[in-house]
């Protein structure tokens, strides 16, 4: 570890501790775990590289395409887009989501939410409360779950209160940034289905 003099290991704590008073296989785990960590960072580096080198490809192609029609597009504005390869064996998506968030004026969503859940409490209401409940439920972070919160405007309900609550979650919705996703298929043949190329640890 950086800064840490020969002959000692830094414990948990910041504590120097004499590599003589530390256990072989305690050692030998440090060494393990370092060596697997700097091979991931290593490899992490690699795959940012390519993921770059791909996005740049696919949008130097299409710059090509736009040069051809004379289309000339403000940057940021392209949207999602599907190569294939003659043989239809391949495949390389670009996908785009936008990254969104509540505004303030969800507060007052839920205040009008309650509202109606209090008018309607003498009606058969339970599992609609529960869903609302969930909805606003914080999750990790403390944050609200934004699919669920949209969620609850498919429910349709004729109230003006309610109406007012699902009109006051569709003006908070913020969208932060959009954020493009890459995606590579391949298939044996084009009769069968595309597989997706998966880098992902967890998945491989």
Same mark, same amino acid.
């Given at each position: 570890?950086? #800064?840490?003099?020969?002959?000692?290991?830094?414990?948990?704590?910041?504590?120097?501790?004499?590599?003589?008073?530390?256990?072989?296989?305690?050692?030998?785990?440090?060494?393990?775990?370092?060596e697997v960590?700097?091979? %991931?960072?290593?490899?992490?580096?690699?795959?940012?590289?390519?993921?770059?080198?791909?996005?740049?490809?696919?949008?130097?192609?299409?710059?090509?395409?736009?040069?051809?029609?004379?289309?000339?597009? %403000?940057? =940021?504005?392209? #949207?999602?887009?599907?190569?294939?390869?003659?043989?239809?064996?391949?495949?390389?998506?670009?996908?785009?989501?936008?990254?969104? %968030? +509540?505004?303030?004026?969800?507060?007052?969503?839920?205040? +009008?939410?309650?509202?109606?859940?209090?008018r309607?409490?003498? =009606?058969?209401?339970?599992?609609?409360?529960?869903?609302?409940?969930?909805?606003?439920?914080?999750?990790? =972070? #403390?944050?609200?779950?934004?699919?669920?919160?949209?969620?609850? $405007?498919?429910?349709?309900?004729?109230d003006?209160?309610?109406?007012?609550?699902?009109?006051?979650?569709?003006?908070?919705?913020?969208?932060? $940034?959009?954020?493009?996703? +890459?995606?590579?298929?391949?298939?044996?043949?084009?009769?069968?289905?595309?597989?997706?190329?998966?880098?992902?640890?967890?998945?491989?």
């Amino acid at each position: 570890m950086e #800064g840490v003099p020969a002959g000692f290991m830094a414990n948990r704590y910041g504590h120097l501790v004499p590599e003589r008073l530390v256990r072989p296989e305690i050692k030998l785990e440090d060494q393990v775990v370092r060596e697997v960590v700097l091979g %991931a960072e290593r490899l992490r580096e690699r795959v940012a590289q390519f993921k770059k080198q791909c996005f740049d490809e696919v949008r130097a192609f299409l710059a090509l395409i736009d040069e051809k029609y004379g289309v000339k597009r %403000a940057a =940021g504005s392209r #949207g999602g887009t599907q190569l294939e390869s003659f043989d239809g064996t391949l495949r390389v998506t670009i996908s785009v989501a936008d990254i969104v %968030a +509540l505004g303030p004026e969800i507060s007052s969503a839920k205040a +009008l939410i309650d509202e109606c859940i209090t008018r309607w409490s003498e =009606g058969a209401n339970g599992n609609l409360k529960a869903v609302v409940d969930d909805a606003f439920a914080l999750g990790e =972070g #403390g944050k609200l779950a934004i699919d669920r919160v949209l969620g609850l $405007r498919r429910i349709a309900i004729e109230d003006p209160a309610w109406e007012r609550a699902m009109e006051a979650i569709a003006d908070a919705v913020r969208v932060m $940034r959009s954020r493009e996703y +890459l995606r590579i298929y391949r298939r044996e043949s084009p009769e069968l289905p595309f597989q997706q190329l998966v880098l992902d640890f967890a998945r491989l």
